[in-house]
């Protein structure tokens, strides 16, 4: 790689923000509560933005998990000496984009081509 990638730096980058996460949905978790249903307790407008809040609550808890997938993925890469190289054209991936993002499996010429394709 052109800049020498101290993978101890990134181990621990990644162990780190994995740690938050995981701290976090604890916390989400101990807070959740069910959506009281009962109309006789609850107007419809309340019970209405119960249910939006709710929805949102389960939208932030997936993307964390789905975010503590990418740091196990980027840990195990590391393990196995994948860790810093593009996983589709094994050209290493730029340490500055490391930085920004520890998880990042795709140099960024490809992630930039992938995101033009449609969908």
Do not use: N
């Amino acid at each position: 790689m052109g800049d020498e990638l101290d993978l101890e730096h990134f181990r621990r980058l990644l162990q780190q923000r994995l740690d938050e996460l995981q701290r976090q949905i604890q916390g989400e978790e101990s807070r959740d509560q069910a959506v009281e249903l009962d109309q006789s307790k609850v107007g419809r407008l309340s019970r209405m933005d119960a249910l939006q809040q709710q929805a949102m609550l389960d939208a932030t808890h997936a993307r964390t998990q789905h975010e503590c997938v990418r740091l196990q993925r980027a840990l195990q890469r590391l393990y196995s000496g994948d860790y810093g190289w593009c996983s589709q054209c094994d050209e290493a991936i730029a340490v500055a984009r490391l930085e920004i993002d520890p998880a990042a499996q795709l140099c960024i010429r490809c992630a930039e081509s992938a995101e033009r394709q449609p969908k």
